[in-house]
C-alpha cells in the first residue's frame, strides 16, 4: 500500500510549524518554531512582530520537516494549509508559502479550518467515532462543538464574551505573570487552595454558552481592592479559586452536552486542553457519569499549535475532495 504523505502548514498565531503527516494519524515530524520571547515583553501577540517571524522561519521550518521525516518532495501526496481563523497577515505567509510549494511542485493545496486541526489533534490518540463532542478551549476560542461525522461541525454553545485562555492570561496580568500565564496559573493552582469564592457564570442556564467576563472582573475587583486595603492575598489560593471556577462551568456544561446528544466520544481540544487540573476533572467526571463515553485528550504537545494537528485535518479534507484553487486566501474570522 502507497503511504500517503501530507506537508501542513500553521502560522496563524505565534507559532511557525511545519509537520510531514502518514495516512492522517502519524507524524513522521512536527517542527514547531515559537516566537513567544519576542512577544512576551508586550504582553501579548503583536500581530506585526508575528508576520516577521514568520517570513524569516517558514523556508527553513519546511526544511527541516521533510529532512526530519526522512521524504522527499517526491514522496508527498498534498500540502496542507492553516486558512483562518487567526491573523491576517500570520496567515498569509503559511498561506503562500504552501501555495508556492505546491505549484512549484505540481501538489494539490487543501485548506485547513484551525478549530478543525485542533479537534483532529484527537486522531494521533485514537480512531476518531461518531457522535462526538468536542471542547474546544483556546486563547480566541471557547466552544462545545458537535459532530455526527467526519468534517461535520455543528457549534452548539460558546462564550458570548472572553475565551477561556484569554481570561487565564488577563487573570495572570494581575497576578504579574508572563504572557502567556495558563500553564503558571495551572501549576499555581495545584499548590493552592479554592478559598476565594469566585462566580460559576451560566453554569444554571439551560444552554451550553459560557462567560468569563463576570470572572475576571470579580478577580480584578477582589485583588485591587485588598490592594487598596494593604491587605496581602495568597497568590495560589488566588489562582487555585480561579481556576476551580472555571474548570467547574466547563465541566459541568460538557457533561451536561454528552449527555443530551448522546455521543460516544469526548474530545478536549486547543491551549486550554493542557491545562492538568481540566484533564483530571474531565476524566473522574466522565469515569464516574459516562462510562460508555471514551474521554480523547492529545498529549501536551499537541493541544498548543502545531501543523501535525493541520494535518490531521487536511486528510479528511482531502478524502472528501475540499481542495483549494491558486486563490486561496486567509479569512481571520472563519468559523467551523
Ligand atoms: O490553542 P492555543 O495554543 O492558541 C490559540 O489558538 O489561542 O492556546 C493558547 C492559550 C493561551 O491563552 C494559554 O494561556 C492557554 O492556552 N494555556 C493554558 C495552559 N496552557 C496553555 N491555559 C490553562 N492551563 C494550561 N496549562
Ligand atoms: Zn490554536
Known sequence: KKRELILAIESSCDETSVAVIEDGNQILSNIVASQIN??????????????????????????????????????????????????????????TAAKSFAWANDLPLIPVNHMAGHIYAASFVSDMTFPAMALLVSGGHTELVYMKEHGSFEIIGETRD????????????????????????????HIGKDSYHFPRAMMK???????????????????????????????????????ASVIEVLVTKTMRACKEYNVKQLIV????AANQGLRSALEASVTAELTEVELVVPPLRLCGDNAAMIGAAAFIEAKKGHFASWDLNAKPSVTL
Open 38 to 95: 519576542s512577544h512576551k515583553r508586550f504582553g501579548g501577540v503583536v500581530p506585526e512582530v508575528a508576520s516577521r517571524h514568520h517570513v524569516e522561519q517558514i523556508i527553513g521550518c519546511i526544511d527541516e520537516a521533510l529532512k526530519e521525516a526522512d521524504v522527499t518532495v517526491e514522496d508527498l501526496g498534498a500540502v496542507g494549509v492553516t486558512y483562518g481563523p487567526g491573523l491576517v497577515g500570520a496567515l498569509l505567509i503559511g498561506i
Open 162 to 189: 472572553d475565551a477561556c485562555g484569554e481570561a487565564y492570561d488577563k487573570v495572570g496580568r494581575v497576578l504579574g505573570l508572563k504572557y502567556p500565564s495558563g500553564k503558571e496559573i495551572d501549576q499555581m493552582a
Open 269 to 272: 481540544a486547543g491551549g486550554v
Open 205 to 243: 442556564e439551560d444552554n451550553f454558552d459560557f462567560s468569563f467576563s463576570g470572572l475576571k472582573s470579580s478577580f480584578i475587583n477582589l485583588v485591587h481592592n485588598a490592594e487598596q486595603r494593604d491587605e496581602v492575598l495568597d497568590n495560589h489560593d488566588l489562582a487555585a479559586s480561579f481556576q
